[in-house]
């Protein structure tokens, strides 16, 4: 049987899942991620739930080529609607998708989530929107990653049921990110300095609200990345 390999994106969110879980992968797309957990022996069983009928029959098919029909179930669902409580899921995975259609989904699947000990998270954008959706609806993040991959950078939310109050800051740039200044992180908010410099010379002298704007933005970052 030959693995599968996924991307460095999926591979740092599956490194977050424990270990005998009973996953939930929602938009699995082409199951790669089940089915890469199955083959490590790391999970014991998996739903892998898609909306879309094309990556459905690509995660059917790959399933079955890689022998695994008794341990994940393909189901055409939307979001949380994939599973039940008798399937027994303790993790949730939902990654590839902006940061307001994973709340939404999560919104839409609350009452579900009870028997759920970890979800691990990856939003493509809008992280702090999530971040205070989570934190708002008992949710408390327990580790958070980032990495680069293809010149885009990702942010991977670690999650359990708990309360959990953060900044302003803490939301926007993530209570664990900016405190482990990993060298991803360093990029992604030195990048985004870079573009409100630039936008900030594009702005004429006598518009002082949008300068003092930018400005006030720019030193945000900067003092969260501890430079001046």
């Known amino acids: 049987m030959e693995f599968t390999k996924l991307s460095n994106r999926l591979d740092l969110v599956a490194s977050f899942v424990p270990a005998r879980a009973r996953l939930l992968d929602v938009g699995s797309d ?7 957990l199955l083959q490590e022996g ?22 079955a080529d890689n022998g695994l029909e008794d341990k994940i179930e393909v189901r055409l669902a939307n979001g949380l609607a994939a599973f039940e409580p008798t ?6 995975t939902i990654a590839g998708m902006g940061g307001r259609l994973i709340g939404d989904i999560l919104a839409a699947g609350l009452e579900k989530l009870a028997g759920v000990s970890r979800l691990v998270l990856q939003p493509n954008n809008r992280e702090d929107e999530l971040r205070a959706w989570l934190v708002n609806h008992d949710f408390r993040i ?20 708990g309360s ?3 900044t302003a800051k803490e939301l926007r740039f993530g209570p664990y990110l900016m ?46 990345l501890h430079v001046s």
């Open 30 to 36: 082409h199951a790669y991620l089940p089915i890469a």
């Open 42 to 63: 790391k999970i014991e069983a998996a739903i892998a739930g898609e909306v879309v009928e094309g990556p459905y029959q690509s995660a059917l098919q790959n399933v």
């Open 87 to 92: 399937d027994c899921i303790s993790c949730i």
């Open 142 to 161: 327990i580790d958070e990653a980032i990495l680069e991959e293809n010149e885009k950078f990702y942010e991977i939310l670690v999650v359990e049921y």
């Open 164 to 166: 959990q109050e953060l």
């Open 179 to 224: 405190r482990e200044q990993a060298p991803a992180f360093v990029q992604k908010w030195s990048k985004e300095v870079d573009k409100l410099a630039f936008a900030l010379e594009q702005v004429p002298v006598e518009n002082q609200s949008a300068r003092a704007s930018l400005e006030e933005r720019i030193a945000h970052i900067k003092e969260v």
